[in-house]
């Protein structure tokens, strides 16, 4: 008995841990993009682009998404003025920024 709730509790700690390796788009967006981005990706006045309706999204290539994401963009390579500050790195792994490229191209534009 004791040995089966041992087992029992392993099963479910290792499910919680695939949940983590496989993170999930909108959970990283909400962590890591939404203080300056928008909860919804609406943009913030003075702080960040939208990412809801911007083309950059929504007609780019998921390869030139993730290495904005990836690698931040800043000094010469910024492309806004309005923003004062720079798209940080996110030190995220390459697997979650291909997870958060699929949310930012789909549901998050819905
Ligand atoms: C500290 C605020 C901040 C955070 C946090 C942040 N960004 Fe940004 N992001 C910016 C700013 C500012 C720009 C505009 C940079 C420029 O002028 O080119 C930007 C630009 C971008 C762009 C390019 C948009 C375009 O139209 O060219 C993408 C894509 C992007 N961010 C995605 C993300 C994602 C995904 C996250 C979360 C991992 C994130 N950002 C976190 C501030 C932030």
Do not use: W
């Not at 809801?52 to 910024?78: L, M, P, W, Y």
């Amino acid at each position: 008995m004791r040995n089966s709730i041992v087992g029992l509790v392993a099963l479910v700690v290792s499910f919680a841990f695939a949940g983590t390796v496989f993170a999930d788009g909108a959970a990283i967006y909400k962590a890591k993009c939404a203080a300056c981005h928008g909860q919804k990706g609406e943009g913030m006045k003075g702080m960040a682009p939208a990412q809801k309706g911007n083309e950059f999204i929504t007609k780019g290539k998921a390869d030139d998404i993730k290495k904005v994401i990836v690698d931040g963009r800043a000094g010469a390579a910024k492309k806004f003025k309005e923003f004062a500050i720079d798209m940080p790195k996110s030190g995220l792994s390459d697997a979650d920024a291909t997870e958060l490229v699929k949310f930012l191209q789909g549901d998050l534009q819905k």
